[in-house]
């Protein structure tokens, strides 16, 4: 089972033991967070209705606040004598994917499975008019 979440703007797929950096989350370290879901898949059942997935809870635990690499930004302008450069360093957030999806959220999928098809009421006509 793995879920697509979105988080920073961004979407990652993402499985139950995964571990990755994602930009900033105001929690400290050893905190759970829950993630958005927008994405599930579970074998062969996928539910890509985005009100739907997000009943579905992602759970992570927040291994480490840093900071990334830094990245370059140069701007640069021909024969008017302006260059200038500039450096970033994206604030980053390490989690491990704790669980996909709950035994409470997989409950009210299951009863509805569950449920007896209803009957279909048919009209009883006499059977002369068949006959005729």
Do not use: W
């Not at 059942?45 to 759970?59: F, M, R």
């Not at 980053?92 to 009863?111: F, H, M, N, W, Y």
């Amino acid at each position: 089972m793995y879920a697509i979440v979105k988080t920073g703007g961004k979407q990652y797929k993402v499985a139950p033991g995964d571990k990755l950096n994602i930009e900033k989350l105001d929690a400290a370290v050893g905190d759970k967070v829950e993630l958005e879901a927008i994405c599930i898949v579970d074998g062969a059942k996928v539910e890509a209705d985005p009100a739907k997935a997000a009943a579905t809870k992602v759970t992570a635990i927040i291994l480490e606040q840093f900071k990334g690499e830094k990245q370059l930004v140069f701007k640069f302008k021909k024969r008017k004598n302006y260059k200038k450069l500039q450096g970033h360093r994206q604030q980053l957030t390490r989690v491990q994917i704790e669980s996909v999806g709950s035994a409470k959220a997989d409950k009210p999928a299951a009863k509805k499975a569950a449920k007896k098809p209803v009957a279909e009421k048919v009209a009883d006509k006499p059977a002369s008019e068949d006959a005729e």
